[in-house]
T-cell receptor, first 112, second 114 residues
Framework: KQEVTQIPAALSVPEGENLVLNCSFT??????LQWFRQDPGKGLTSLLL?????REQTSGRLNASLDKSSGRSTLYIAASQPGDSATYLC???????????FGAGTRLAVHP | KAGVTQTPRYLIKTRGQQVTLSCSPI?????VSWYQQTPGQGLQFLFE???????NKGNFPGRFSGRQFSNSRSEMNVSTLELGDSALYLC?????????????FGPGTRLTVL
């Protein structure tokens, strides 16, 4: 049974810092891994999708890596801004079709 | 292109009632999935529909059901509501059903059961 863990659960950093969010999964047989952002009381915004055959994806200040053999993914945020404050969730498609298994998320606060 | 839309955005019901939530996927997307989000359990998969067929179901009681129409719109129904059904219900759509596509989420329906 696939389990996804995210560390840390919460993070508070000053503006401008580069930071790394971690995601680990127990079963390496995944189709892809997706990172999302969720603002309080809102839906999920897709940030990056990494296919199982890929090692990393980049979008603007965000870079996500995937290491299937070790069951890990990291989301790197460069030059953090207060607008980056949100909960970041990773999820992998595992066990068939479009079933996403989510981690509990990392709550990020970037203060000016 | 319009994003995933969900209606209604907020609902208040009492125990024992039933409720129907609606999800309209992005135009051209044929896969719709439903998730329940609660503070205690996080995001949990309910079920997924592709071309009007339920292909995958999560570990929820039979009170939770859904369907998909020929235009890919989907509805989710919860019968005999319990207090524990209070949650944010999210739907997601993707273009194909292969598992390799980005899934796009709607804003959710906030259900409160009193």
């Amino acid at each position: 049974k696939q389990e996804v863990t995210q560390i840390p659960a919460a993070l508070s950093v000053p503006e401008g810092e580069n930071l790394v969010l971690n995601c680990s999964f127990t079963d390496s047989a995944i189709y892809n891994l997706q990172w999302f952002r969720q603002d309080p009381g809102k839906g999920l915004t897709s940030l990056l999708l990494i296919q199982s055959s890929q090692r990393e994806q980049t979008s603007g200040r965000l870079n996500a890596s995937l290491d299937k053999s070790s069951g890990r993914s990291t989301l790197y945020i460069a030059a953090s801004q207060p607008g980056d404050s949100a909960t970041y969730l990773c999820a992998c498609v595992s066990g068939g079709y479009n079933k996403l298994i989510f981690g509990a998320g990392t709550r990020l606060a970037v203060h000016p | 292109k319009a994003g995933v839309t969900q209606t209604p955005r907020y609902l208040i019901k009492t125990r024992g009632q039933q409720v129907t939530l609606s999800c309209s996927p992005i135009s051209g997307h044929r896969s719709v999935s439903w998730y329940q989000q609660t503070p205690g359990q996080g995001l949990q998969f309910l079920f997924e529909y592709f071309s009007e067929t339920q292909r995958n179901k999560g570990n929820f009681p039979g009170r939770f059901s859904g369907r998909q129409f020929s235009n890919s719109r989907s509805e989710m129904n919860v019968s005999t509501l319990e207090l524990g059904d209070s949650a944010l219900y999210l739907c997601a759509s993707s273009f194909s059903g292969s598992g390799g596509d980005t899934q796009y989420f709607g804003p959710g329906t906030r259900l409160t059961v009193l």
